[in-house]
């Protein structure tokens, strides 16, 4: 078994989402659907969206944007967007 990126009581974030979590909470490049549905707290469509693995571990994703991820950029769709968007201004201006 892979080490795991992020541990929540019994559940694990898988280390092959790693880069896609850092692209988008450092990078604020758009993840895949399943991440947007989490990040979006769309926790219906993320487990429509999900792998199996992701699907059984699916608290510990929340567990991480709760407690590691910056505020600003998860909780719902529109933060997601504005997190994505106000990074290209920024890097614009």
Known sequence: MERPFYLFRSFA?????KASIERYVIGHVEPGDFLCAVI??????????ADDENLENLPAYVAYFYNDAPSACWGSKEKRLDWTVSWLVAATE
């Open 13 to 17: 974030i898988p280390e092959r989402m």
């Open 40 to 49: 979006d707290n769309d926790l219906s469509s993320a487990c429509m969206r």
